[in-house]
Structure formats: C-alpha cells, structure tokens
C-alpha cells in the first residue's frame, strides 16, 4: 500500500499539485486488532501527507473507515466491522466527505460512522482514550457506562444472594445460562441455545473485539470487574461459568497443585483401562484377544484409499524383492470431527494418527468407568508414543486442503497436546519419539509422572499411520524387510520386519488410588527401565550387553527376580540381526537360575510391527493373557532360529499355544520394544491383586444376569448415526454371548 504513495511523493517531491491525496485507514488511527502491519503501513501514508505539508505542498490523508459494498470491508468483514460500532458508510456519503477534506485543504481527516454506544465500551475497556473523550457522543456513552457499572455492581449483590441459597449444582446451571445467553448476544444467535458450552470461544467464532464485550456484559451482569482477557483465560462457557462462581462467592479460582509426597516413589502404577484399534479389524482388547488366540495373520494388501499407487511416488524398481504388503487400519481415514467439536475442514488437514488418538482416549475412558468430561480441568497426563508424521507430505501433494492448519494438525508435539486441549486436561503433556520404543518409554514416563504426584490419573500410549509409503521403501533398500511383509519372530525363516500400524491407549493411576476410587484394576505396572545403546555397532545395530542392562533395572525396580516371571513379550521383529541379539540377552538374564522356562512370544507375527504403538499392543495382548490364563502361539515359525544358543538358558519359543496355570506368585509378564534410535525400554507387569467385588462399579466382577431384573438397556450418541452404530456394537455384544 505504501509503495505507490512513496513513487508518487518523490516523483511530484518540488511540484505544488491541485490535490495529492492518499487514502488511509482508521486501522492507524485508533489501531486494529490483528491487522498491526496494515495500521503502520496507513500510518506511513499519514506522514507522507505531513510531510509534504511540512515543504509547503498540498497532502491530504484521509483515514477511511469501511465503505459499503463489495470492496475490502464488504461481506464478514462488514459485520464484524458493525459489531464493533463502525457501520460501512454509502458511496455517496464517503464521495462528499473526500469532496470536502480536499476543498478545505485539509491535511488529515478521519471519516467514519460511529456507533459510540458500541464503540465506546470496547476502545475504553483497557484504559482511557484521550483521542475521542471530547466528542459529545462519547462523553454520553462514557457517562452511562458509569451508571450501568453501579447498578452492576448493586446487582451482583442480589445476585451473589440468590446464588448463596442454591445448591453447587443449581449454582452452576444458573451461572451457565448466564453466560450462554450473553455469549448467544454477542454472536447473535437467536438463544442460548445454539451455544455449545464445552465448545472453545475462538471456534464459536470470537476475536478479541467480540471478546472484550463478553466481558462487558458479564460484567454488568455480575457487578464484577473482570479482565479484558476474560474469554481467553477461560475459553469456553463451562470455565467461565466456574470462573464467574468464584468470583461472585469469594472462592479462588486457581487449584492447589497436586503436590503428592515423595513417599510414593516405589508405589506400583494400575492400569485401569486400555482401548486400541489393530489390523485386522481389530476395535478392542477382546477383538485383540481373539485374533491372537485364534492365529489369525491381519497382512494384507496396501490400502487402495491412499493414492499409494499414484505417480507421486516411486518404486525402489523391479529386481528388489520390494513387499506390497503389511498390517493396516484399512479404515483409518473414517472420523467423526463433530464428536471432538473439530470442524471438517480441520479434520481433513488432521493428522489421523491424532484422530485415531482422541478416539482411543474417549474409549479408554469409558472403558474405565469414567465419563471422559468429567476430567476437564483436572491435572490428568498424556505421554503418548510416535515415530513419525507424514501427512504433511500428503497435503503437499493436494494443495489447499487444510491451509491454515498446518503447523498445529502435523507438528509431534501436538499429539500429545491435541489430546488434553480436547478434553481439557491439565497435566503433563508430553510426545515420545524414541522410534519403536516410543509407546513403552511413553508408559515410564506416565508412571513417573504419577508417582512424583505430577498428576493422578495419566493416559499412556502409542500410535503408528503411514500416510506414505516411504517406510516400506527405506527399509527395503536397507535389506531389512521382509519379502511377504509378515515377522518371523525368532524363526530361522526370519528374512526381516514386515510393517503394521494401530493406536493403544492405557489409563493408569496410583494402585492405592485405584483402590480408594473403586476402579478395576487390570494389571499391575511393577517395574520398568529405560536405558540406550552408547556406541554399539553402528546407529540402528542393536546392543545386547544394554539389553541385559535394562532387562535387569527393570527387574530391581519391580522388586523381583527374573524367575518370578513367566512370560516376555518380546520386541522380535524378525530380523536376522535383531532376534538373535534379544534371544542372547534374554537367555541371559531370565533363562538362568529358574525351574521352568521362560515362555517366550511376539505379536508381531498377527499384527506385523506397528512401530510406536508395538509396545503398548505386547501390554494389551500380555494383560488379556493374565485374564484369561493362556499363552497365545507366535505364528511363522519354522523353528527356532539356529542362530541363537537356545541350550544356554531355560527359554521355550510359544511355537504352540499353552495354558498359563496359577502358580505360587502371580502372574507376570514382561515386555520388551527396542528402538532404531538405540533407546531401549523393558516392564513388568503383573497380574491384578485380588478384591472384593465394589457395588455398582462398572467392570468391579461378573455379572449374573438371571439375577438381575429386566431393565432398558439405554444407549447414546451424539448423532443419529452414532446412536446406530452404538446399538449395532451391542447387538454383537449380546449375540456373542448368546443372550
């Protein structure tokens, strides 16, 4: 804008022109929220006019506010102009006032229709305005602020006495309306109705102008003095509901840390709940439980919804061997954004390993017994495991799609942060990317987390989508995948990694918490380690002596022996390198001292190796297996590998599947991930102490339905077609148990 004003001064610089005129902005004459390069810029055309004037030519500068019209302020722009009191002017209005500021020379001009009764209060909100305080309009509008604030203020004591005589429910429910109401004023909507309490301002359309007039009227409403950053500090009507009751009662609206005592170090972590979705059409820990019992292989073919076969990308050639097979979430593209308060447009610029994310943490919720907003506010943690975001690349190649949420729907970071922004925690948010060892060392961190009273409740998980299929290429031509995409784990046929993808997620809190609150413990996080390669041989080799290592912290942090465990999960991702060097170091370290071998298995060989998330599919798979007694077979093998020393420990590969029978300690198991990165992470886990059945808590024991009266079996959803779907799910639920 400044550019053809600046040629034009210096090309006329001596000349004493009829008329120089540049058309300037109210944006630099009172400023503009979100605009601060466009106020300068008009700014410096203001100056240019002084500055002729200043050499004795003729400048004018008139600073326009909108004009009626299809021009820059017609459309949105019109009404949120008129929402801030500045109504577009006519054409013909304008045209006479330029007709006037040059016939009188004058050198700056602002010209604008002003509805001072809204102007005023928005200007005035953060501090006096010397620049309008004379004008007649303003005095009238300042003076009646001044009386609207005291019968404000005489106001909210009546209101304060009403709230005094309600309950903390009723007390909330009033205050909501109240804010649903204004909220619905301000955005114009015909009721309160139309207002989406747990909805984010920012997507119910605020800016910071509509913002500060929440502010005002709340405030008139209340009789409180409330900060100008009232909506962004408590971003929805349910927070500012809440904000708003503290205030008007005398209560703090801050809470108190956590600030649990250090005396819960070594305290065992529960874990309360898991959800998950794997290849195979697998939707939940029993359809997991199932496929594994039942030797199913999910390997297919590559998706056919991914453009995968498109020119945009290219083939290591013919002659490699290269596998057009793996493990996948053939559905992994369907989400539902209305369920999170996400907008399509968002949702199609969205990462889906996030969208699988938010969906495996409402499921990890209920499955818990817990409603998944009733922990907004709360310091819940979400440490969530990932190994890489692709996606980006896919929006590269469809310019347009998403533009605008680039960096929050594809950055690692935001994983974790999508998770508690959605649901409104307050914990520790943290994304893990230790390649393939992300979602255990996720899991390390949440029980760290709990112990040190970082938070009391703290979701642990991980997610692997490929949105390309450049990991199929990369580790082709590294020679480490295998020819038919499917992991011999430990097998002498072992010829390489066959890739999968899926999303676990595990609730955990503090075993005496657990207690306390009448969840139902699952299993029991006894111990876990983290530790790294160093210098081993080479940057992605595998280190058996750091293997042995953590294998052995994680063991004397649970408090027990390597006999004391029956089973390892293994990472065995059926590489000729990789299995060799796990089997050695678990040889060594839990094949000794013991009666009865060490069962050793994979869930790689059903599923393929789902990277970040292959950690936390071992715990879902090991925890079903402690409930149910039983240990799943590990498929693809020949026979074991020749290249381990099977004879120099007490280790037995679950060649079959085999009972799991109660022994003289409980039940326990623990899992291995190993990452490229060289970071390596190993747990214990235990079976569930045995408790009595609590009353009423969902999952607390067996239900015995002939003891039970016939009641509705009620279902909800949040659309008709969710609400279809739900009754679908339970018809499978009912038919499969042959009720």
């Not at 250090?262 to 997991?288: K, N, Q, W, Y």
Request: charged residues 20%; hydrophobic residues 40%; proline residues 5%.
């Amino acid at each position: 804008k400044t550019a053809g004003a600046v040629n034009l001064d210096r090309a006329f610089a001596d000349v004493d022109l009829d008329a120089f005129v540049v058309f300037s902005s109210n944006a630099g004459t009172w400023g503009s929220g979100g605009q601060a390069a466009y106020a300068a810029a008009n700014v410096y055309l203001d100056a240019i006019a002084d500055r002729r004037r200043a050499r004795g030519l003729r400048a004018t500068s008139i600073a326009w506010a909108g004009w009626q019209g299809e021009g820059m302020s017609g459309g949105e722009v019109a009404g949120r102009l008129r929402r801030r009191g500045l109504t577009p002017m006519p054409v013909e209005h304008t045209l006479t006032a330029l007709r006037q500021a040059v016939a009188h020379d004058e050198a700056f001009v602002a010209v604008a229709d002003v509805d001072w009764d809204r102007f005023v209060p928005a200007f005035t909100s953060a501090r006096r305005r010397p620049l309008i305080e004379d004008i007649p309009e303003v005095r009238k509008a300042l003076a009646e602020m001044d009386r609207a604030r005291a019968e404000a203020e005489s106001g909210g004591s009546e209101l304060r006495t009403s709230l005094a005589g309600l309950s903390v429910v009723e007390q909330d429910r009033v205050l909501l309306d109240m804010v649903r109401t204004e909220v619905a004023a301000v955005l114009g909507h015909a009721d309160a109705g139309q207002v989406d309490p747990g909805r984010a301002f920012r997507e119910l359309g605020f800016d910071s102008l509509t913002a500060v007039d929440l502010r005002t009227r709340l405030g008139v409403a209340t009789g409180l003095r409330l900060p100008t950053t009232l909506a962004f500090d408590h971003p929805n009507a349910i927070e500012l509901a809440a904000r708003l009751r503290a205030d008007l009662l005398g209560e703090t609206g801050d809470r108190p840390a956590a600030g649990r005592s250090a005396a819960v170090a070594d305290e065992p972590i529960a874990i309360v709940g898991m959800s998950c979705r794997f290849p195979g059409g697998v939707g939940s820990p029993e359809e997991l439980w199932k496929l594994v019992v039942d030797g199913v292989d999910t390997v297919g073919g590559f998706p056919e919804d991914r453009g995968w076969s498109a020119g945009a990308y290219q083939d290591p050639g013919p002659g490699t061997g290269f596998s057009r097979e793996g493990a996948f979430l053939y559905d992994a593209g369907d989400f539902d954004p209305g369920m999170f308060g996400i907008s399509p447009r968002e949702a199609m610029g969205m990462d889906p390993q996030q969208r699988l994310l938010l969906e495996g943490t409402w499921e990890v919720l209920e499955r818990a017994g817990i409603d998944p907003l009733s922990l907004r506010g709360t310091e819940t943690g979400v440490f969530v495991g990932t190994n890489g975001q692709d996606y980006a690349t896919v929006l590269m190649l469809a310019p347009g799609t998403a533009d605008g949420f680039g960096v929050t729907n594809n950055a690692a970071s935001v994983v974790s942060g999508r998770i508690s922004y959605t649901f409104g925690f307050e914990g520790p948010a943290v994304t893990v990317d230790t390649g393939c060892s992300s979602s255990l060392v996720a899991l390390h961190l949440a029980a760290q987390a709990l112990r040190a009273g970082e938070c009391d409740l703290a979701l642990a998980g991980g997610v692997t989508v490929m949105a390309t299929p450049s990991p199929f290429f990369e580790f082709d031509r590294q020679g480490g995948l295998a020819r038919d995409g499917r992991c011999k784990s430990f097998a002498d046929a072992a010829d390489g990694t066959g890739w999968g993808e899926g999303v676990g997620m595990l609730l955990t809190e503090r075993l005496s918490d657990a207690v306390a609150n009448g969840h139902r413990v699952l299993a029991v996080l006894r111990g876990s380690a983290v530790n790294q390669d160093g210098a081993s041989n080479g940057l992605t080799a595998p280190n058996g002596p750091s293997q042995r290592r953590v294998i052995r912290q994680a063991l004397a942090n649970a408090g027990v022996s390597a006999s004391e465990v029956d089973v390892v999960e293994a990472h065995g991702t059926g590489t000729r390198l990789g299995d060799p060097i796990e089997a050695q170091a678990l040889l060594a370290t839990y094949g000794q001292d013991r009666e009865t071998p060490l069962y050793l298995g994979s869930i790689k060989s059903n599923i393929g190796h789902t990277q970040a998330a292959a950690g936390v599919a071992g715990i879902i798979k090991m925890i079903m297996a402690m409930r149910h007694g039983v240990l799943p077979r590990t498929l693809h093998v020949d026979r074991p590998s020749s290249q381990v020393d099977w004879e120099s420990g007490a280790v037995s590969l679950l060649i079959d599947q085999v009972a799991w029978p109660e022994g003289f300690h409980p039940r326990r198991a623990g899992v291995s991930s190993f990452g490229v990165s060289g970071t390596n992470a190993h747990v214990i886990l235990e079976e569930a102490p045995v408790s009595e059945v609590v009353p009423g808590v969902v999952g607390s024991g067996p239900v015995v339905f002939s003891d039970v009266p016939v009641v509705p079996w009620v279902l909800s959803g949040r659309s008709v077609g969710a609400l279809g779907e739900q009754a679908r799910r339970l018809g499978e639920f009912v038919g499969g148990r042959g009720l």
